[in-house]
Nanobody, 118 residues
Framework: QVQVVESGGGLVQPGGSLRLSCAASRYIFSIYSMGWYRQAPGKQRELVAT????????NYADSVKGRFTISRDGAKNTVYLQMNSLKPEDTAVYYC???????????WGQGTQVTVSS
């Protein structure tokens, strides 16, 4: 199986940037896809961005297109989420997941808090 661990969250002012990291416990090219989701207080968890590891196909929520970028680094077995032009409505716990085999259940990390506030 695989484990994933998120890092990089914190407090940032509106308009600022953060980069989240998701480290996998195995070679990421043995994983089908990885993704970032978020959950704000009182709301359901929602998709932010996903990446198919082999081929680098990506998918983004409309609310983050043009501001967030998901990428992967095979040498570090890590997937990143670069977040620019952050807004207060981006405040949430951000979760990373990994789908080892397409169509199977995802493995989730513990989450990292992102707070956008002045």
């Amino acid at each position: 199986q695989v484990q994933v661990v998120e890092s990089g969250g914190g407090l940032v002012q509106p308009g600022g940037s953060l980069r989240l990291s998701c480290a996998a416990s195995r070679y990421i090219f043995s994983i089908y896809s990885m993704g970032w989701y978020r959950q704000a207080p009182g709301k359901q968890r929602e998709l932010v961005a996903t990446i198919v590891i082999s081929g680098s196909s990506t998918n983004y929520a409309d609310s983050v297109k043009g501001r967030f970028t998901i990428s992967r680094d095979g040498a570090k077995n890590t997937v990143y989420l670069q977040m620019n032009s952050l807004k207060p409505e981006d405040t949430a716990v951000y979760y990373c997941n990994a789908v080892v085999v397409r169509g199977t259940s995802a493995v989730w990390g513990q989450g990292t808090q992102v707070t956008v506030s002045s």
